[in-house]
């Protein structure tokens, strides 16, 4: 029989509210399925961060309620703290005890992510990076049913957040739920992108991932492209979408410009 | 306990169980040193000051982690009640420890004279502390996060609590349990009560302190 997974975790009419001001989340429905990431859009400021506790059980709606939270969630806050005194060896060690995984996973994982700190240095001695990858690899490593990470891609390197990025993807098991600002989250597969705005959730068109292209010698291409482009001394700068990168690259080649840069 | 080992090594690592542990271990210096003399000897007094010192260290051991580490924890034990009996099984350790402390420095020889201390003045010493230990453990738990966020309130709090619960006599289990050990031999089946009072005491203020976690409808925003 051919029976569609059940979502893992489920909010209904959720409401977060501090003090007396306005409610932060207001009856807030939102279903996370494995397989499926949630992605939720926001400014600052907007609840996701108080959305994404919720949904890790660590903080306790105003009202309403959240069901099939599995037992173990691993979560990454947007801020890791910097100031913890163990060091990264140990405190992923009795991590993985309290998830009930195999620590043994950890130091790969590190490596993938470039992790260039000391495992045996007090964590206060790492680097920003270094203590979110540190937070990553606690998360990604504990086999939990359910992953909660809070603007895990900032403060990576490229390398780092593609990796971080494929492990993501590799986790097709979890029920997944990022906040993320950097448009990243939106490439995951199966990514459904929704908006935190005015406490409610909505779907939103993923931004399109653009390219920015430098070229030499395009001046007087100046006119057929596209609107995003700046002039900077002899370079031109062009931002397009990701899909338009090859035939602006070959029109501008076979019109005689160099160029100098393509980047994401 | 998975828990109560990480909770144990960021507070060992912290160092700030150091002052209490100390003022303590200064305190049986001062009662027990030259001449303890023999049973019941300097217990009482130090039976009562173990009862401050407990709660001070259940409020450093509650509040050692990093508030947003503390999440993280949460998240991965599996809720805020595993990590309060994690917090709960590591202030009971410390009080044992204490507590034996207490109960066997008049035997060991250090310097002086050392006084015949029969099986039940040991046992009887030993169940005192424990009482004043473990309800130090459960004003302390009530003192501090995620219950009292904010240092400051609970230093006030733990103080005036344990000022006024500590010199009533009548009132157990630390006003009783320091009554009864006073006497010779010690009254064993109250000090056992007592020591059950106080054990009860923790445990339900670690529920306690759980459930103010989750029954936090409108928590100040983080």
Redesign the interface.
Known sequence: MDVEPPPTVELSRVEVRYGRAAPVLHELDLQVTPGRPVVVLGGNGSGKSSLLRVVAGCQAPSAGVVTGRPRHVGYVPDRFPSQLRMPARSYLRHLAAMHGSDPSEAPALLDELGFTGGLDVPMVRLSKGNAQKVALVQALCSRAALLVLDEPWSGLDAAAAAALSSRISGAADAAVLVADHTGTAAALPGARVLALVGGRLAPASPPRPMVTITLLGADPLLPHLPADTAVDGDRVVVRVPVADRDALLSWALARGCGVLAVQP | M??A??VL??LL??QRFIVPVFVYVATLGVLFGGDPGPAPAGWPASALILYPVSAWLAITTANSE?P?????????????AVVARGVLAACLLADVVLAAASAIRPVIPIVTHVYPYPAIALLGGGLAHLATATAGTAVGLLCARPVIERVGWSLLAAVTVVVVTGVTPWLPPVGTAVKAIETVPPDLPALAVDAAIGLAMAVVASLLSAAS?????????R
């Open positions: 998975i828990v080992r990480y090594a960021d690592r912290s990093d947003v580490a503390r999440l993280v924890t949460v998240a991965a034990a599996g809720g805020p976690t989750m029954a936090r409808r409108t928590p100040r925003p």
